[in-house]
């Protein structure tokens, strides 16, 4: 094709996975995307130019694609994507597992020589030192696109020591590095205490001053936590189990130290695959919208609910659905099912309590049908009975379906409802800081800095 025929890309979206967390989370989230057009993940291509144009208006310009190198004219599909971690296991395994899909080799990888010891202080140091100095983030990035990017999807544990800063570093990084407007959108995972292994007092330091960043630096903040996604998970076990997984395809003698978290990571790669293709695909909806809605609220911070949980087996791989599963009046009778979830550990009360007459949602809807003023209705219906959110505060987005694709609602809701929840957090890490203060201290956190993240965060979700 010469140059002049081919259509005009939009400026591309990138994912950049911080952590062992985050890169779970991301290569889920691809291998989702690609079994949304039936492509094999194990070796995603198109084939023919029909394909050719069905992916296009799939993936917009998340993915990357070029000459042919299969030997069969086919075109490998490759996603802008970088997995970033100071311990070299988590990007490896995935890369040994799926070296078709990440074919840019370490092109797709940066890791430094070991973790950050649970410790956000010494990981932003370590980002400083090795991610500028031995690593050319930018020279990386740009393999990934050359052009102007339009936007980052980050996600990370914010418990831990690498994900929770060097997310924050990097989104600070694009956000007062680059000249051009670009969108940051974070996906921030919450550790279930008691149960991950995180230490209580330092996860929480770590967190405040992720979330720190996160209200600095990020356009469309989204949080979810483990405690949910663990229950989750359990509730719809048996589906599941029968669901493949990038976890299914680790090396066997490797899996164990993701085995755990399959569904988890499931659940949340379906919320973040809608967010992407809620502006990849052709919508009216740009990533930078996301920008204008959160702007303005405090605390300006989204929790996904989702319909269904998991999607149905059956509809992964090349399986056609024959017309089942894809329609509104599926959706209505999975939440009737209780199918549905809502990715943030608070609960009804908390909602009545603790939200607020401002509180919003973007509503992401990939249904087969005219989505008409009815089903509309009947959806702005279910979301006022758990969620006291005005006509007038909902964005609508549709999502366009392909055959044989299941329905699919993701609603991003704003409320201050969380704030409670962090603010425990918060008093956890004000209480901690004495103790950890020499340790943090060490690695360049000033007792100032951190007491000024606390009252940022305290203020915001006050
Ligand atoms: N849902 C989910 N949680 C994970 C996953 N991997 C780790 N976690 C959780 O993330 C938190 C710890 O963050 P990690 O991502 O392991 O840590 P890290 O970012 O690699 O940082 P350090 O290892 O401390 O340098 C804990 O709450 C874990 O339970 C995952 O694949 N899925
Ligand atoms: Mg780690």
Known sequence: MSKLSAPLPPAPVLTVCFGHCGIGLGAETYRRLLLDVGADPLKPAIKTSKDESRVLKRYGSTILRFSPTYGSGEIPLIPRALLVDLDPRAANLILQSY????????????????????????????????????????????????????????????????????????????????????????????????WDPVIFESAAINIIMNLEHQIKYSDCSVLFSNKILRQLAHQHEKRIQKVPSIIDDLPKEHEVGWKDYKGMNLIVANAISMFISSFARETEWDMSNYRTWLTTKRPKFAIPWIVPVVPEEGQWGKELLGGKNNTMEDIISKIGKKEDGLLFDINESDVRNNGGPKDSCCILVKIKGEFDVGERESLKQIIKDKFNIQDSRMIFVKIPIMDGEPANITILVNTKAIGPKILEIATEAEESWASYKEEYGKWGLSSDEFKQGLMDVVHQFS
């Open 99 to 194: 070296p078709d899909l990440f074919a840019l080799r370490e092109k797709h990888v940066i890791y430094g020589s070991g973790g950050a010891a649970r410790n956000w202080a010494e990981g932003r140091s370590r980002f400083n030192h090795e991610m500028k100095t031995k690593v050319d983030i930018k020279k990386q990035l740009a393999e990934l696109s050359p052009e102007p990017v339009r936007g980052y999807v980050v996600p990370f544990a914010m418990g831990g020591g690498t994900g929770s800063s060097f997310a924050s570093s990097f989104i600070e990084f694009v956000k007062t590095d680059s000249k051009d407007p670009t969108t940051v959108a974070t996906f921030g995972l919450l550790p279930e205490f008691g």
